[in-house]
């Protein structure tokens, strides 16, 4: 395959002295009902080399999981409501900024663990802080997808659930595969990132976060939900 990046991405980025190649793998949309290990040796068995990292969209996994729900079909709680004119809205993503996305906040973390995180969020705001409402939701309200400008159809009128199990998920694809490499399943937009689940350890993870900094996946209609990490030559 030829290594090319997305339009306004650069191919290479280095990192701790070593330049790492970063290749998308551009494939067809991933559709509900779509399965997840079929769609992998579709398009990235031939393309992994030994000593490749795959990384893989959590967004794609949690649709094959059935976790992509039609706009029409969540119903937000008057509380839904309240709690999302709150929260900052960017170009980059909705987050919680919907009262639909925010409803499904509620449902997958709780609605004390939400009032909590609100609440401290708007003191700590106040003093300049930043970023304690998704510290304390947690991994699960950070990785809700609710629908931008850029987002693929059908999923501009869904809200798509963080996966389930990474972790097993990303060890799953890496025997799937038989190469010998790793395997990472990630939530990367333009203002930063998370490693859900993978098949290293945290240094590995936390290293895999500053080489997809400046997400080379695109956040539009890049139709480039795999990427894979090589060593530079």
């Known amino acids: 395959m030829s290594a090319e990046a997305n339009a306004g991405k650069a191919l290479t980025r280095t990192v701790e002295g070593t330049s790492y190649?970063?290749?998308?793998i551009r494939t067809r949309v991933v559709m509900p009902g779509d399965d997840l290990d079929a769609?992998?040796?579709e398009y990235a068995k031939d393309a992994v080399q030994p000593g490749d990292l795959l990384f893989v969209t959590e967004k794609i996994v949690a649709i094959t999981q059935g976790r992509s729900f039609k706009l029409d079909s969540i119903k937000p709680r008057k509380l839904a409501l309240f709690l999302s004119k709150y929260v900052t809205r960017t170009p980059y993503g909705i987050g919680l900024g919907m009262p639909e996305t925010m409803?499904?906040?509620l449902?997958?973390?709780?609605?004390p663990r939400i009032l909590f995180a609100a609440a401290v969020s708007a003191v700590t705001k106040a003093?300049?802080?930043?970023?304690d409402f998704y510290r304390i939701a947690g991994d699960k309200a950070r990785a809700i997808d609710g629908p931008t400008k850029g987002t693929?159809?059908?999923?501009?009128?869904?809200?798509?659930?963080?996966p389930e199990r990474p972790r097993e998920v990303a060890a799953r694809l890496k025997a799937l595969l038989g190469v010998d490499l790793e395997v990472a399943v990630v939530?990367?937009?333009?203002?930063?990132g998370n490693i859900l689940g993978s098949t290293m350890d945290k240094a590995g993870?936390?290293?895999l976060v500053a080489i997809l900094k400046d997400n080379p996946l695109g956040q539009g209609h890049e139709s480039t939900p795999l990427g894979i990490v090589r060593a530079a030559a």
């Not at 003093?127 to 970023?131: A, I, Q, S």
Request: with cysteine; proline share 8%; aromatic share 8%.
């Open 39 to 41: 769609f992998i040796l």
């Open 107 to 111: 449902r997958e973390c709780g609605t």
């Open 205 to 207: 993870e936390k290293r």
């Open 152 to 162: 693929i159809p059908p999923y501009n009128q869904a809200v798509v659930l963080g």
């Open 187 to 192: 939530d990367i937009n333009d203002l930063g």
């Open 103 to 105: 409803e499904m906040a």
């Open 127 to 131: 003093f300049g802080r930043k970023g």
């Open 21 to 24: 190649a970063r290749i998308p």
